[in-house]
């Protein structure tokens, strides 16, 4: 049974630089990509963007190039950093695989969520 | 591609039949994904290529539509499908999300 853990730091202040990794148990990262999403306070939900073992990424252009996805395969980790952040960065954000395999394209797995502070 | 999800809320009691929809911007195939959210909780996989039940989810969540205009439809509501719905597109890149309808008891 997949299980993504992630861990980082939850309280920032005006641009600081956002940063978390998230560990994937019980499979590989190959095959797959693995993507970063959040939450606002208000419920919504964005996507971030998403990396695979080989360290191809895709991002979101909302970001504006703020946002840097990378990946550990020795530790089969993978990481987010957004920088310059401000208060409407405030957000739960939460890891997740994305497969797209056999013509199934979903995020099947998602690690516990973190919630990230900014304080405007 | 922008998805509109309608109704953003709505209350209803055990045994009845709901219907949420979402709208897209623009043609996604079947490339729509339904998750289901609980307070506290990630989201969780209901339903894929927008007909398909996860493995493990009861049979009455369904989901149709293809193109631009899709439907979860819950056909007996349980008192464990209290929670948020969301759809999801994964057609064109950035992956996007419908604002999401909560479904509340009556």
């Known amino acids: 049974q997949v299980q993504l853990q992630q861990w980082g730091t939850g309280l920032l202040k005006p641009s600081e630089t956002l940063s978390l990794t998230c560990a994937v148990y019980?499979?590989?990262?190959?095959?797959?990509?693995w993507s970063w999403i959040r939450q606002f306070p208000g419920k919504g939900l964005e996507w971030i963007g998403e990396?695979?073992?080989?360290?191809?990424?895709n991002y979101n252009p909302s970001l504006k190039g703020r946002v840097t996805i990378s990946v550990d395969a020795s530790k089969n980790q993978f990481s987010l950093k957004l920088i310059s952040v401000t208060a409407a960065d405030t957000a739960v954000y939460y890891c997740?695989?994305?497969?797209?395999?056999?013509?199934?394209?979903?995020?099947?797995?998602w690690g516990q969520g973190t919630l990230v502070t900014v304080p405007s | 591609t922008q998805l509109t999800q309608s109704p953003s809320s709505l209350s209803a009691s055990v045994g009845d039949r709901v219907t949420i929809t979402c709208r897209a911007s623009?043609?996604?195939?079947?490339?729509l994904v339904w998750y289901q959210q609980k307070p506290g909780k990630a989201p969780k996989v209901l339903m894929h290529?927008?007909?398909t039940l996860q493995s493990g989810v009861p049979s009455r969540f369904s989901g149709s539509g293809s193109g631009t205009d899709f439907t979860l439809t819950i056909s007996s509501l349980q008192p464990e499908d209290y929670a948020t719905y969301f759809c999801?597109?994964?057609?064109?890149?950035?992956?996007?999300f419908g604002g999401g309808t909560k479904v509340e008891i009556k």
């Open positions: 997740a695989r994305y497969t797209w395999l056999s013509a199934i394209f979903m995020h099947d797995y």
């Open positions: 019980g499979g590989s990262l190959s095959t797959y990509y």
């Open positions: 990396i695979n073992q080989g360290g191809n990424t």
């Open positions: 623009q043609a996604i195939n079947s490339y």
């Open positions: 290529s927008a007909s």
């Open positions: 999801q597109q994964l057609n064109t890149y950035p992956v996007t």
